[in-house]
């Protein structure tokens, strides 16, 4: 079973620029996750996908972030402008849906914001 | 909120000796879950248990958890370099959300 693919792998841009960062998760998992995992902390939710729909976005910085997942499989998530504090890695995760509570997370994109 | 801590923050040992990793938590939960992330595999699930549950075992891993004090431990017998890890505990709630402490950073030492 493939895993959770993400790109890029790695990202550099000035600050005020923009980026995108694309996720395509497990085949067939309904529940997709965006992460924020800042040097030295665990991974903080950005957001939760349940197929298309947002089930929560709570804590996505809705002023510079924005995601989609518009036919319900892969997903992007934008920074637009991007600041020195969304240096971080970002990782996307899926989960089956139903009762399953496990997750399985891709190898991430880290982004360096100079 | 959900949010674990997890204690030590740091953690080194010898190959061969078991390590214990503990999480905190505040609210009810109805399953916690353990992940580890290293540099070579990402951030991969270990073990889940539920909140019905009081120990659970899956290979070198030990999980214990204690409702009535909110509270659960990791023990990984016998480690093994390849276990050095950042190890993170992850309270879960009925909404299927994870919120994820700062992790124990475990160093095994040959």
């Known amino acids: 079973e493939a895993g959770v693919a993400q790109s890029p792998r790695y990202k550099i841009i000035e600050k005020r620029q923009s980026v995108a960062f694309w996720c395509n998760p497990i085949?067939?998992?309904?529940?997709l996750y965006w992460y924020q995992q800042i040097l030295g902390q665990g991974p903080k939710l950005l957001i939760q996908?349940?197929?298309?729909?947002?089930?929560?976005d709570s804590q996505l910085p809705k002023d510079r972030f924005s995601a989609e997942r518009l036919k319900g499989v892969d997903s992007t998530l934008k920074i637009q402008p991007a600041k020195l504090e969304d240096s971080a890695v970002y990782l996307c995760?899926?989960?089956?849906?139903?009762?399953?509570?496990?997750?399985?997370f891709g190898p991430g994109t880290r982004l360096t914001v100079l | 909120s959900q949010q674990g801590e997890e204690d030590p923050q740091a953690l080194s040992i010898q190959e061969g000796e078991n390590a214990t990793m503990n999480c905190s938590y505040k609210?009810?939960?109805?399953?916690l879950q353990w992940y580890r992330q290293n540099s070579g595999r990402g951030l991969v699930h270990l073990i889940l248990i539920r909140s019905n549950e009081r120990e659970k075992h899956s290979g070198r891993l030990r999980v214990t958890l204690d409702t009535s004090k909110k509270s659960s431990s990791l023990l990984i017998t016998a480690s093994r370099a390849a276990d050095t890890a950042s190890y993170f505990c992850a309270p879960g709630g009925s909404n299927y959300k994870l919120t994820f402490g700062k992790g124990t950073l475990l160093t095994v030492n040959p």
């Open positions: 609210t009810s939960i109805n399953n």
């Open positions: 995760a899926s989960r089956s849906g139903g009762r399953a509570l496990e997750q399985f």
């Open positions: 996908f349940q197929n298309n729909g947002v089930v929560d």
């Open positions: 085949s067939g998992h309904a529940t």
